[in-house]
């Protein structure tokens, strides 16, 4: 088989790519490799579904920005039929608590979101009280908070952006990348596990927390790892106030969900691999603490479920890498290293990976900052603003 463009992997990062590309060229032929239909262990289920604009970097807030929209329209953009699944979007706002010596980064932030028309509130801890009584305060200099912010389902995104491709012509092929060809000094193509080659023009590496394993393929370093990372359901018998989306400096990460709450801790510590096992005691050690510290009331909790995903790691800034392999083979792109926000990201990195394939750089939104050279040049680019 012989296609335009060959995407390894079909999480909501390459479905995105290849909606887009399946949009800008209506007779492009774009061939997804994904070899689990049911994306038993992809990130994306099992991402928590969070959007905001609260990132210090303007690449990301502008990328949050468009990505909102699209999820604000999603009934046209994915319809099929004119059908297309409910995001279920809880638009009940996101919060980023701070200690006092975070307070100058957190107006920076501010800022500059502002300054890209996010509206955003700074908070100190009186209004904070205020606005969300159940909340532990003493220990806080500020917070930011972004009322137009929320989560959504991070599945229905994902099986609506695959079916809206799908139905502009992608070709999702049940199979797994085993080997990369090149030719002159060029990705040629693929060679998958039931022995089928699938020769291409460009190769696009969107594997997330495997996207390493394919840069091997061809020799590209790539300083992504796979990071598992917890998320709890817990359900308590107390009256709160609609809650946002809660970060704060214990690095807890805490929504509304259903009856009850999701919660996490990331670990930065955890030993970087492919390990789903799940460490029961890590609720009741590490993230129970952290819960009824910051809501008091939560102190009598009943955790009914665990699950991990993995995120996909980025060691050298925890920013995104996008683009070709700079210095490697011209043709061979790479969507990888979202390293905890690529959900809500995807729709922008779709639209930037078409425009690079197709007009040969970005459009709309320069997001060189985001490319492969800074890995050349080992020139991180961080933000300052996740806690
Ligand atoms: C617990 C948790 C909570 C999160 N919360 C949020 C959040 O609130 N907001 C947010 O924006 N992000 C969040 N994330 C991050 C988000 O899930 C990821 O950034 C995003 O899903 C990455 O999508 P992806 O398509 O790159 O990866 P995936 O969904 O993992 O897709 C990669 C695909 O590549 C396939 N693949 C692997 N090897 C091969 C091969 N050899 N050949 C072909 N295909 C292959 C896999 O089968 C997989 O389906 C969270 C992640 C976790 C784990």
Redesign the pocket.
Known sequence: MKVDVVI????????CIALYLARARRAARVAV????PT?R???????????RRLFSRPENIAMSQYSIAFFDNFDNEAAVDGYAPDLGIKRQGYLFIAQAAFQPQLERNYQTQRALGANIELLDAAALKRRFPSLEVGDIGAAAYSPEDG?LD?NSL?QGVRKKAAALGALYVE????HIRSEGGRAAGVTLERGESVDCDVLIN??????R??CKMVGMPLPVYPMK???HYFECNVDVEPLPYVKDMARL?MRPEGKGFTA?VPNWDEPRGFNFDIDHSYFESVVWPAIAHRVPKFQAVKLKST??????QNALDTNMILGPWVGGLPNFYV??G?????????PAVGRAMAELVYQGGFQTLDLSNMSYQRVVDDTPYPEQGII
Request: net charge negative; hydrophobic share 45%; glycine share 18%.
């Open positions: 390894v992997g079909g999480g909501v990062i390459g479905s490799i994904e070899p689990d994306y262990l992809a990130s994306t289920p099992r991402a928590s579904g969070g959007f989560w991070p994902l199979d797994r990348v085993t969107a594997a997330g927390a495997w996207a394993q394919i990372r917890y998320d990460a996490g699950w991990c995903g993995l995120y996909d969507a990888a979202f390293s905890g926000h690529g959900l809500m990201h995807a």
